[in-house]
């Protein structure tokens, strides 16, 4: 029969044995997920749910943020990202604890040198021998993130550029139109002054087009209901007999690619001009109403006046006037058609899908 002394003795070393054991086993799990840790090229941050201080770094993270795994294992979540930063990064940390997942996209992280890196975190629980652990785990966008930002800043020069080739064709057509107003006023011959003035109101609409170009976004949409109430208005103002017609329009609120608009601006300049001029010759008054309308993908142009219409036999396929000619080419130009109603008055119509 063994002593006191001897049992205790025994029961010490059994229980040594046990801890050594379990310290064994702890040591070959660590093993085990370090071994598999730090083969993943992305980085992998342990830490403690509760004091947020890390427990294990993996190399990829170490070369990320400039550290060894022994400084980083004496910071925490706080101490790896900037300040602006830290209630978006306490949050998502705190995900996982609530059963939520978390993924933080492009979020600013602290090298050790004090410059930044971007990475997506995505952050969940992971329980290794018994032990609960909030993971992050980091894939490095930062030479995305400097692409993307050089992308930008070389957007940000050519829209700068492109906006400064707009300003200077606006002013040399401002100067196309003053040369021809001031020839205008010198000529004697009424129908060398009519040809200018026709001149000088299409070279005004190529004007407010690349004005409205200057104002928009992105230099290919153009608000057409805006630009073509002020086309007409400029355009009735070329005329001092203007004030009697009643323009009545009727634009559809829509947007317009600069392709189309461009010839769309001119059809409107050259029916309207022509109307204006010829429609109510020895009137008092006069009605025009005009329509531009965008359904189903279809975009429809109608400028109609009450005036005195067109001469008996009038064809337009036979019209040698280069108002008209200039027209049907752009309505062929905008893949669309051309008709031209002469009842009571005269009533044009251009169609054409978008």
Sequence with gaps: MRSWPEKYSLKTKEREAKKEATLKALRESEARYRVLFSGVPDGILLADPQSRQFRFANPAICRMLGYTEEELL????????????????????????????????????????????????????????????????????????????????????????????????????????????LHAQSVSNPEA?????????????????????????????????????????????????????VIDQRIADFNLDAKRMFPLAIIINELLTNTMKYAFINRDSGVINISLTNAEKKVTLTVEDDGNGFFHGFEISESKGFGLMLVKLLSQQLGGSFSLGKEAGARYKIEFAI
């Excluded at 976004?217 to 805006?226: A, L, M, Q, S």
């Excluded at 073509?228 to 009697?244: D, H, K, M, N």
């Design 74 to 181: 004496r910071l925490g979540v706080t101490d790896i990202h900037p300040k602006e930063s830290l209630e978006r990064v306490l949050c998502e940390f705190a995900a996982p604890s609530r059963g939520e997942a978390a993924l933080s996209p492009d979020l600013p992280c602290l090298r050790k040198d004090g410059t930044l890196i971007y990475a997506d975190i995505s952050h969940s629980t992971m329980i290794i021998d018994g032990q609960v652990h909030q993971a992050a785990f980091f894939h490095d966008i930062t030479g995305r993130k400097r692409a993307e930002e050089e992308i930008k800043r070389q957007l940000l020069e050519k829209e700068i550029l492109l906006k400064e080739v707009h300003h200077r064709i606006k002013n040399n057509i401002a100067a196309i139109e003053g040369l021809l107003s």
């Design 193 to 245: 002054g009519a040809a200018l003035q026709e001149a000088i109101s299409r070279v005004h609409s190529m004007r407010l087009l690349y004005d409205k170009l200057l104002f928009s976004e992105g230099y290919t949409d153009i608000p057409v209901k805006n630009y073509t109430e002020a086309l007409i208005a400029s355009i009735v103002a070329l005329f001092p007999g203007g004030a009697r017609i």
